[in-house]
């Protein structure tokens, strides 16, 4: 089973950029297509981004499309989200995530990291 960590959240003004990381345990993260989620407080976690194993297709939320980008680096174990032209209502801890094959929804889940974008 997969272990995941995420890290690079902060704050940042309106505008800016942040990239997150996570990082995965075990020597099968190439078997599993990795997701970005987020929740803000009160609100339901949603999807933000998501990239297939091989990293040959990834799909976005329509709040995020042409200003994050997800990407993955089987051979360190990492997936990443880079977040350009940040807004405030992208003001969330962020959440990554596998699945396998098998698994009907994404399975596993890291701790998260805070992102606060100031205006």
């Known amino acids: 089973q997969v272990q995941l960590v995420e890290s690079g959240g902060g704050l940042v003004q309106a505008g800016g950029s942040l990239r997150l990381s996570c990082a995965a345990s075990?020597?099968?993260?190439?078997?599993?297509?990795m997701g970005w989620f987020r929740q803000s407080p009160g609100k339901e976690r949603e999807f933000v981004a998501a990239?297939?194993?091989?990293?040959?297709?990834?799909d976005y939320a329509d709040s995020v499309k042409g200003r994050f980008t997800i990407s993955r680096h089987n051979a360190k174990n990492t997936v990443y989200l880079q977040m350009n032209s940040l807004k405030p209502e992208d003001t969330a801890v962020y959440y990554c995530?596998?699945?396998?094959?098998?698994?009907?929804?994404?399975?596993?889940w890291g701790q998260g990291t805070q992102v606060t974008v100031s205006s």
């Open positions: 075990g020597r099968t993260f190439s078997s599993y297509d």
């Open positions: 995530a596998g699945r396998t094959a098998s698994d009907s929804a994404f399975a596993h």
């Open positions: 990239i297939t194993r091989s990293g040959s297709s990834t």
